[in-house]
């Protein structure tokens, strides 16, 4: 088989790129808010493309993803001022993936809508095991005082963002990616052409909680206060897959426009109109999905289908 | 224990029951026909509920009349969602191969919506009212008169649902379509009526049950989630489609609830629950009692 | 275009015309959407009445000179992470020139960090936890008195003086309730005379609580302690009442200063006690009744006792100290440091971040009216013991 020429990769180099140099400028010459717009919005890229490189491709929904999050939020807060912060958020990273693979391994076998409410309520178990923790070890909520800048957090979750985007990018375009897809056409079938799925899921599974675990923990040092029930919110699960329905999730633009999407939408509209917001996001959501299915990304791509004919 | 054996414990577990096993019937039938994940199926409580409050308190209207009127509200509104949005959703075979994922986003989308829309026209300050709430000592179990009637009135329209189910035509086509949906529109089940109904009849049973509920509790605009996991977790385990089964369902998960914590510390409630949820989903996914819907 | 330029010279040079001071901007974040909303109303409420108060008087004293007042409002959506950011904004770009505080001890947590890197001082309100002192004092005070290890000390020495022997304690699983909790059982220890006959906790979204109150019933306690939030509060207020749990001493934490709670048990709330340190009833506070008065003229029902005569203070302590000092930082964190402040709970004077001059406080719910039962010092009523549940 002829090697890809390396011209096909440069659109999405050149977007990175890009995309860095957009960040740098915000760094430098941006007031706070803009700064800490740009967070939200490189927290939600990153988080999307993570749970893109799983339930995108291999079309089980992950409806629990929040469950990794705050896994990483604990992590954090726990080792915080014992651990080095990066060594905090690394390790996040580390246990969000672990809990991954601990949970995936049974739930994988589960298909279709049983597995999107059975990661719902996984999110939810931990979430109040977590509760539970914190009421025995007497603790009420959990302040940090002294966390890093919001500049120096905006620096480490553009580099989850790309990080993320990186993998959805090189993982849809590889064999295991490919294993995925067969996943999501048929299950079945691929099984029968060879196609360990049970690995294949679990793996990527692992893989799309990682970063999330880490974005987590960068979050807790942004709110500086730490609460299960907020930090394990089924908000932020929905709002994952809301992003993914409204860009797309099928390849990496699709999580990066459903993103932007939606926190410009959040910026315009949350200030002046706060209910008004939320009813206009569920009419987009319901309209999206039922006219638009492939989400802005796939909407743009057949446009350009259209013009090219 | 003698706190474990006692007649209120009992009472109050059946009462409990009664009022899942309510919400959990109308979100089963709605799933178990069209496969369709409702998630809003909890905001139709809330919906009864603010009918029934807003009745009462600006109107004068006894809640009692309001168990007329709230289903027949919300089964109009279930024919209108389900004729705007969901015959296109089941017409298109793109959309319809991924029947489940689809159907959870919209109606994720149509749970924003009403929440919001009620916060916008209600604010979001707990509305409460009281009514009916004299304590009745049957033996040594007491209960005030509004949890007697929320225990009447959901245990009879449970029952008269699976009545009509086994015994009607209608009820009949209903229990084919759950069982082998291609077959049914072989022998000639007009499908489209039949989701109209079923969708009719789901959003009903919800918003029926939302007038019980605001007779025991106050309610907000968010308070109809806890009621979705809750239906969600009972229909999961008796069986996705088996209304039956969502009986025996509610009835586990309120003994959980009201005796789990009898026996262990009731800080251990929530994770119990999902625990059972989980070990269900996991080691029977067809539910407890449940026949496998027909795999796609 | 010539012309324009020509009018705005003109306008320039002519004296500064004095019919309009420049007004100030005071701008803040709170719950109005979310599940947060509903218990923050009390407090929206409450600014809302001074908002209108400051638009009829045409302005508040800054130094001396009276300025009108435009307020920039947003919603945190009750997402304790929106509000650094948004106060962030508040300050940098639409350029405030005095902050209120949200709802609630997470958001104004959350936003510490923000107020000492740009040095902005604010007066905190619905804030209650010991982890205020971990905060360092200059940006941010804290009014109330009700902090749990006070709360928890006065709790023991109000429970013997009431002859209490034997207690129930249900404690829910979240901050302000544990928090209470942790302090209450050492102190309860130390005293010795007491014995917990009951000590059960719950996770929130419990939907029965049958089986504790079956408990507590057969243990027939003297005091019976609900360490609830509001929506627990009414769940066990009601089953209690269902059960026929009676006990002459029964407090439940959060929630009956709330008007609900009267709306909806009536005279069974009566006997009740509850964390606060307000009451109109209080001839002490000339203030007091007023607030009250105004409040449901506006609002058709009474304030919040905890909530919306906190949010009040708040507000009286900035706006005595913008009238002394005017609107420099720097003055205004000095003055808000080392003055005492006149307001509806009488003198209020910070001692780092705490307000150390009000004692902390119960009230109990006597005919249908906030009664401060605790200390003897600040009693507008004593003590009743709470009759049994009317069940009709």
């Known amino acids: 088989m002829m090697r890809p020429a390396l011209s096909e990769h440069l659109p999405f180099v050149g977007a990175l790129a890009a995309a860095l140099v957009a960040s740098a400028a915000l760094i430098v010459w941006g007031d706070e808010y803009a700064v800490s717009i740009g967070l939200t919005l490189l927290m939600w890229v990153a988080l999307v493309q993570s749970w893109a490189a799983f339930s995108g491709l291999s079309g089980y929904i992950s409806l629990g993803h929040a469950v990794f999050y705050g896994v990483g939020a604990y992590v954090m807060v726990v080792g915080w001022q014992i651990l080095p912060v990066w060594l905090g958020v690394i390790l996040a990273g580390l246990v969000a993936g672990a809990i991954a693979l601990l949970l995936g391994w049974p739930s994988l076998r589960v298909r279709g809508p049983y597995f999107v409410i059975l990661t719902f309520g996984l999110a939810e178990f931990v979430k109040y095991i977590v509760v539970s923790i914190e009421a025995a070890l007497g603790r009420s909520g959990r302040l940090l005082i002294g966390t890093p800048s919001l500049r120096e957090l905006f620096g480490a979750m553009l580099l989850l963002a790309v990080a993320s985007t990186i993998i959805l990018y090189v993982l849809r375009r590889s064999r295991l990616g490919s294993g995925l897809l067969a996943v999501r056409e048929d299950e079945i079938a691929a099984e029968a052409i060879g196609i360990n799925t049970a690995r294949t899921k679990l793996l990527v599974f692992g893989l799309s909680a990682i970063i999330p675990g880490m974005v987590g923990a960068l979050m807790s040092l942004r709110f500086t206060y730490f609460e299960p029930m907020q930090s394990f919110s089924p908000v932020t699960s929905f709002t994952i897959v809301t992003i993914a329905v409204l860009g797309g999730s099928d390849d990496v633009p699709g999580p990066l426009l459903g993103a932007a999407f939606l926190v410009a939408l959040s910026e315009l509209l949350w200030a002046r109109a706060p209910e008004l917001y939320m009813i206009i996001l569920g009419v987009l959501l319901v309209s999206f999905v039922l006219f638009a299915p492939e989400g802005i990304y796939g909407k743009l791509r057949s446009w350009n289908r259209g013009e090219a004919q | ?296 | 275009m010539k012309k324009i330029l020509l009018a705005a010279a003109l306008a320039a040079l002519l004296p500064q015309a004095s019919w309009a001071e420049d007004p100030i901007k005071i701008g803040y974040a709170i719950s109005k959407t979310g599940p947060f909303a509903p218990a923050a109303q009390t407090q929206i409420n409450a600014y809302q009445l001074w908002a209108d108060k400051v638009a009829a008087e045409g302005g508040i004293d800054v130094g001396g000179v009276k300025r009108p007042v435009q307020f920039v409002v947003y919603d945190d959506q009750s997402d304790f992470g929106k509000a650094p950011a948004i106060y962030e904004k508040l300050i940098t770009s639409d350029k405030v020139d005095l902050l209120l505080a949200p709802w609630g001890t997470p958001f104004h947590f959350s936003i510490v960090g923000i107020l000492e890197k740009y040095h902005f001082p604010v007066v905190g309100n619905s804030a209650a936890s010991t982890t205020i002192r971990d905060v360092k004092p200059g940006n941010i005070w804290f009014t109330t008195s009700a902090i749990p290890d006070h709360l928890a000390t006065e709790l023991v020495k109000m429970m013997k003086s009431a002859g209490v022997k034997t207690i129930a304690i249900n404690t829910l699983q979240l901050p302000f309730s544990q928090e209470f909790k942790k302090f209450l059982m050492p102190a309860i220890e130390k005293d010795g005379s007491f014995k917990v006959v009951v000590n059960e906790e719950y996770a929130p979204d419990t939907k029965d609580m049958t089986a504790t109150l079956t408990k507590i019933k057969q243990a027939a306690p003297d005091a019976i302690l609900s360490l609830s939030y509001p929506p627990d509060s009414v769940l066990f207020m009601k089953q209690e009442r269902e059960l026929g749990v009676n006990s002459s001493f029964q407090l439940v934490l959060i929630g009956p200063t709330d008007n609900f709670f009267s709306k909806i048990f009536g005279p069974n709330l009566d006997g009740i006690i509850t964390m606060g340190h307000w009451s109109p009833a209080q001839a002490k506070w000339p203030k007091a009744k007023p607030f009250y008065d105004a409040y449901f003229k506006k609002f058709n029902e009474p304030p919040d006792y905890l909530d919306s005569a906190l949010a009040w203070m708040s507000i009286e302590v900035l706006e005595q100290a913008v009238k002394k000092v005017g609107l420099d930082k720097d003055k205004l964190r000095q003055e808000i440091a080392s003055d005492t402040f006149d307001t509806i709970n009488g003198p209020v004077k910070f001692n780092g971040v705490e307000n150390v001059t009000t004692p902390t406080m119960y009230l109990q719910f006597q005919k249908g009216e906030a009664q401060i039962i605790w200390p003897a010092s600040e009693e507008t009523a004593k003590m009743i013991k709470k009759p049994a549940w009317s069940q009709n």
Not at chain 2, 47 to 76: D, E, K, N, Q, R
Not at chain 2, 176 to 201: H, S
Not at chain 2, 247 to 260: D, F, N
């Open chain 2, 1 to 296: 224990m003698s706190v474990l054996l006692s007649g209120q414990l009992l009472a109050a577990a059946l009462v409990l029951a009664a009022l899942y096993a309510l919400v959990a019937m109308g979100l089963n039938l709605v799933y178990g026909t069209m496969r369709l994940l409702n998630i809003a199926h909890g905001e139709l409580v809330m919906l009864g509920g603010y009918i029934t409050y807003w009745s009462f308190t600006s109107l004068g209207i006894s809640p009692l009349l309001s168990m007329l009127v709230a289903p027949a509200v919300g089964a109009g509104l279930g024919v209108l969602i389900y004729i705007v949005l969901f015959r296109r959703l089941l017409r298109s075979p793109k959309l319809a191969a991924r029947v489940e994922a689809n159907s959870l986003l919209i109606f994720f989308g149509v749970s924003v919506i009403f929440q919001n829309v009620m916060a916008l026209f209600f604010t979001s300050t707990q509305r409460g009212y009281v009514y009916l709430d004299q304590v009745i000592q049957i033996g040594n179990v007491a209960m005030t008169a509004n949890r007697l009637i929320l225990f009447g009135v959901a245990t009879s329209a449970c029952l008269s649902c699976l009545a009509f189910f086994k015994y009607s035509r209608a009820g009949s086509a209903v229990r084919a379509v759950i069982q082998q949906r291609d077959a049914a529109a072989l022998v000639g089940v007009d499908i489209d009526r039949l989701n109209i109904l079923v969708f009719a009849l789901g959003f009903a049973l919800a918003a029926l049950a939302g007038v019980l509920v605001s007779m025991v509790q106050e309610i907000t605009p968010f308070v109809g989630f806890p009621f979705t996991i809750s239906a969600f977790v009972i229909i999961t385990l008796g069986g996705l489609g088996n209304l039956f089964g969502s009986l025996l369902g509610a009835l586990l998960l309120a003994a959980v609830e009201v005796y789990g914590t009898a026996v262990i510390s009731s800080s251990f409630r929530s994770i119990l629950v999902y625990g059972v949820f989980i070990a269900v989903l996991l080691i029977k996914p067809q539910g407890l009692l449940g026949r496998a819907v027909a795999a796609k």
